[in-house]
């Protein structure tokens, strides 16, 4: 579900907010999960009870990390190893995160329409729960 300029609306936020709480509680986890719109825009955030207040930021910038790139964060880390085309990216745009948890959303068109950004547990646990929210959004566009 999206809003008239394509970008994520609140209640899809919502949707993924809820979708990757659900997640985390069956893994036993306390995340940070941040929604954001096309523009990186923060459209949702939710922080679990006793969730790191480190993994704050860096939900948020695994969000927009994967708008800003049109891709999950992991794919931009592997581009981004010594060697790689995108050595060092991570420096750029006030900060990056180059690792699994931060995933782009697609409306139904196909088009780029928000992103999610998940921190709070091993990056195994986050990206489990950012495609959770991946999911939920799926299902209503």
């Given amino acids: 579900m999206t809003t008239v300029t394509g970008d994520i609306s609140r209640v899809a936020a919502e949707a993924a907010l809820q979708a990757a709480v659900k997640k985390s509680e069956e893994l036993g986890v306390k995340m940070n999960i941040a929604v954001v719109d096309n523009g990186a825009n ?41 060697g ?16 699994p948890g931060g995933i ?9 329409a928000g992103g999610v950004g998940v921190s709070g547990s091993s990056v195994v646990n ?16």
Avoid: C, Y
């Fill in 42 to 82: 923060l459209v949702g955030f939710l922080r679990m009870d006793g969730a790191w207040l480190g993994s704050v930021d860096i939900a948020m910038k695994k969000a927009k990390t994967a708008i800003f790139f049109q891709m999950n964060t992991e794919v931009v880390g592997s581009l981004s190893q010594p």
């Fill in 84 to 99: 790689g085309d995108l050595f060092n990216i991570e420096h750029s745009n006030q900060g990056l995160i180059t690792f």
């Fill in 104 to 112: 782009p959303l697609l409306g139904s068109n196909g088009a780029l």
């Fill in 126 to 141: 986050d990206k489990i729960v950012a495609e959770a929210a991946l999911e939920a959004f799926k299902n209503l566009v």
